[in-house]
């Protein structure tokens, strides 16, 4: 099927982000390990983003970065800086990736379909009820049929559907397995269990659930360390907090992705407490891990974590403390489901994502003919 679609989809294809490597986060990674997928193959791929940093990785990069507070990634130029850039390298397709709040993106969104060029939007975050008005907005110059639309989950995609009343595709993100996958399998009679969660430490990502599910074991008498690894604004606040009430959690802050795979291979367990997840992607790298995966129901990561085989899918925080007990209690149930994960690697390689990704193209060339 590969040499199929490569000769129906374009080779030209430069991807618009906010952020872009060297910041740290899901957009980013993503970004950045399906242009390396794609270049690999032999596309002719660039991103532009508002992000500083280098010029060239494996292929260019134009970064339109510009001195504001905070390093946020904007540009008070970028219809016209992105529509300069557009005319010169005439890309085929131009993959637009866009988050909660994106207006960077959009203005390149605008740049690219003023020009007539093909254009794919892949949302990578849940929309919610306030996402509306913005979204209207935008449909005052820009027609929804004429642009393809993907989403990076079921979930993600629902919300946009009813937003935008149009057709939207299924791109979940991708993982190289082998960067993250484990020798052997976690050891699953380990005492105290090994917790992880891995999170920027923000009010979106509820770390304070953490703490909830912490304080509940306890109470359940349950043996468990638990590691959360990444950084934000709110990381005083919550290792105060469970300084204060003698949690057994550490705070490990940012880590390279070495040091993240070295805190999964001694642990047996992932925790992901955000109840508005568009997808998971520390979650699905914990999986590929060997990892038994613990979280939120209505989020993205039931994409790759089916209840009672790989992990626990939980609807309130108590429930994920429940699941973690019943494991503690049953060691041999918590087993099961390590050595299914150690053996059964998830399908979400980045040559996978690559063949969705390039269908969707081919619906945005056909959209903008």
């Not at 993106?105 to 996402?131: E, Q």
């Not at 629902?158 to 082998?178: C, F, Q």
Request: aromatic share 8%; hydrophobic share 45%; net charge positive.
């Amino acid at each position: 099927m590969g040499p199929l679609w490569r000769t129906v989809v374009p080779v030209r294809i430069t991807h618009v982000s906010d952020c872009f490597v060297p910041r740290t986060g899901g957009i980013e990674s993503q970004v950045l390990g399906l242009t390396r997928a794609q270049h690999a193959t032999g596309d002719q791929v660039r991103v532009i983003t508002a992000t500083g940093g280098p010029q060239f990785l494996e292929f260019p990069v134009d970064r339109l970065s510009f001195p504001v507070p905070f390093e946020l990634p904007v540009h008070p130029r970028t219809y016209r800086e992105v529509t300069k850039l557009l005319k010169v390298n005439l890309p085929e397709v131009v993959h637009v990736h866009a988050g909660v709040l994106s207006p960077f993106a959009w203005s390149a969104t605008r740049a690219a379909y003023d020009l007539g060029l093909p254009i794919l939007v892949t949302i990578h975050s849940v929309w919610g009820a306030c996402a509306r008005p913005a979204f209207s907005a935008i449909g005052s110059w820009l027609r929804w049929n004429r642009v393809a639309m993907s989403a990076v989950s079921e979930v993600a995609a629902e919300h946009m559907r009813a937003s935008l009343g149009v057709e939207v595709d299924l791109v979940p993100n991708g993982i190289d397995p082998s960067q993250w996958s484990r020798l052997g399998v976690a050891d699953w009679n380990a005492a105290p269990l090994q917790l992880v969660s891995v999170l920027r430490v923000a009010p979106r990502k509820r770390t304070g659930a953490l703490l909830r599910v912490m304080e509940q074991l306890r109470n359940f008498d349950v043996a468990a360390l638990l590691n959360i690894v990444g950084d934000g604004p709110e990381r005083a606040l919550w290792e105060r907090r469970a300084r204060r009430a003698k949690l057994p959690i550490a705070f490990l802050g940012r880590l390279a992705p070495t040091e993240l795979k070295l805190v999964l291979d001694r642990s047996q367990i992932f925790v992901q407490p955000s109840v508005k997840e568009s997808f998971g992607i520390a979650a699905l790298e914990a999986r590929a891990n060997g990892l038994a995966v613990v979280a939120r129901s209505g989020t993205g990561t039931h994409t790759f974590i089916a209840d009672g085989t790989d992990g626990r899918i939980c609807d309130t925080d108590s429930s994920m403390a429940v699941a973690v007990s019943e494991w503690n209690s049953d060691r041999q149930a918590l087993r099961a489901i390590l050595e299914h994960n150690s053996h059964v690697p998830p399908s979400y390689s980045w040559n996978e994502i690559d063949y969705r990704v390039r269908a969707a193209y081919h619906r945005a060339l056909t959209l903008g003919q």
